[in-house]
């Protein structure tokens, strides 16, 4: 995914920062260029970079450290500060009745992004149903309907019915009872007048109170163009970028955008629904400074979890059992892949790079965790210290694992119960980490 490799090069040129003995004009110029060539290699505008650099080196050499902040928080802070600059503020998404208009070319990922955007507001607790206006492009009727159903999305549409202004009239009155509604518009390969026309048609009957523009990130600084392009026909008011992960040029387009004082509403980052995300400008640079992202950690624990999968006041207590762990394995599978809840931790709270092998082996691992603990008794799963040599034996024939195997998901507990008890106020007191997350 090309924000890991941005990721990983401005965490390896803050590395530098911290390790140096002194900050000097020669230290801030050396993570600059750094800085400076990550960025480019992500196709971000040669300007923009060039302006941002300016004015971290300027400051670094001329601000002084607001107090309680050494002279290396306070470089860290400044390069935090522009980088949001470039990328700009995030799209104002509010959880109230709407209705939403898609726009877009064909091919850059607009009717699934129409369905993870009901997904979005479903799991956040609203009502979402999606009409199927796209009567342009063969098939994209069927591939709204199917994913619609597969996400448990309410969904409308008129096979057959070439006119998209009245299946949009249509659509609002049947879906009319539902507090989101998203209109998918159809695409073209390029911008055409009849495109232009169709749209300002559907947007004087809609009536949106948000046009998102979709736009796949492989097009690079060229997402100015049409972000313009879309603005003048019906003044978008926030802007997808989608398929994140497969290109060099997310850099590019997610700097274009901000250029047009177009703000990025939300990003796609895989195929999943769970890899689409409402875009916040200040937790996406914190996560590519290693920062973590723990706001966004908590809010996907609550959208997917219910009390009865994680005892936390148990935890925090210190009381962590075999049963307690199987429950953490399934509420992680319910909150999302690995990858990407480990991406939201700050490094020192293990939020590791692992490559996309590391990351399955370590899923098929913890699959294997939970098929050793159903051969588990009650009691075993309670008390874990009854678990001697015969009971390996038993457990590993009953499970189909080996005896090393149960032998190391017992290991893995120990470290798990250890770990729980320096959350609880040594090492890794959150609290403690918050307060000195350089006051931002």
Do not use: W
């Not at 971000?44 to 970079?49: E, G, H, T």
């Not at 877009?104 to 009409?131: D, E, H, M, N």
């Not at 935890?315 to 059992?321: E, N, V, Y």
């Amino acid at each position: 995914m090309v924000m890991d490799k941005l990721g990983d090069s401005l965490q390896g040129a803050l590395k530098k920062l911290i390790g140096a003995g002194r900050i000097d004009e020669r230290t801030v110029n050396e993570v600059v260029k750094d800085i400076q060539r990550a960025l480019l290699q992500a196709d971000v505008n040669v300007k923009l970079v060039m302006g941002m650099s300016q004015k971290i080196k300027e400051r670094a050499m001329k601000e002084d450290p607001p107090g309680g902040m050494n002279p290396r928080e306070h470089v860290i802070r400044i390069v935090y500060q522009e980088l949001m600059e470039i990328i700009g503020k995030g799209a104002d998404i509010q959880l109230k009745p709407q209705i939403i208009m898609m726009v877009g070319l064909q091919g850059s990922g607009k009717t699934t992004s129409t369905a993870k955007l009901a997904r979005y507001f479903q799991r956040k607790g609203l009502k979402a149903g999606v009409i199927a206006a796209d009567t342009f492009r063969p098939g994209a009727y069927q591939q709204l309907k199917i994913l619609c159903e597969k996400l448990n999305v309410a969904f409308y549409g008129e096979e057959g019915n070439p006119d998209a202004v009245e299946i949009v009239r249509h659509g609002l009155k049947a879906l009319e009872k539902y507090d989101v509604r998203i209109v998918d518009t159809a695409g073209r390969h390029a911008l055409e007048a009849e495109l232009i026309e169709e749209m300002e048609q559907i947007h004087a009957v809609a009536k949106p109170d948000h046009k998102f523009m979709v736009l796949d990130a492989g097009i690079g600084q060229q997402a100015s163009q049409q972000a313009h392009a879309f603005n003048d026909s019906v003044g978008i008011t926030g802007v997808i970028i989608t398929k994140l992960d497969g290109t060099a040029k997310g850099g590019g387009a997610l700097s274009a955008v901000a250029e047009t004082r177009a703000p990025i509403a939300f990003i796609g980052v895989g195929e999943t629904p769970e890899d689409f995300e409402k875009f916040e400008a200040d937790r996406f640079i914190s996560r590519l400074l290693g920062m973590g992202d723990l706001k966004s950690l908590m809010e996907k624990a609550e959208e997917s979890l219910s009390e009865e999968d994680v005892d936390v006041d148990a935890l925090m207590q210190g009381r962590f059992t075999l049963k307690d762990m199987y429950k953490q394995l399934e509420a992680m599978n319910k909150m999302g892949p690995l990858k990407q809840i480990m991406s939201m931790l700050p490094a020192g709270m293990g939020g590791m790079k692992l490559s996309d092998e590391m990351f399955q082996a370590t899923s098929d691992k913890m699959k294997n965790y939970k098929v050793i603990m159903d051969s588990m008794t009650e009691d075993e799963m309670t008390d874990p210290r009854l678990i001697g040599a015969s009971r390996i034996k038993r457990i590993s024939r009953g499970s189909g694992c080996s005896p090393e195997e149960v032998r190391e998901l017992l290991k893995y507990h120990k470290t798990m119960q250890t770990a729980l008890k320096g959350f609880r106020g040594g090492k890794f007191n959150i609290q403690k980490m918050m307060k000195k997350k350089l006051g931002m």
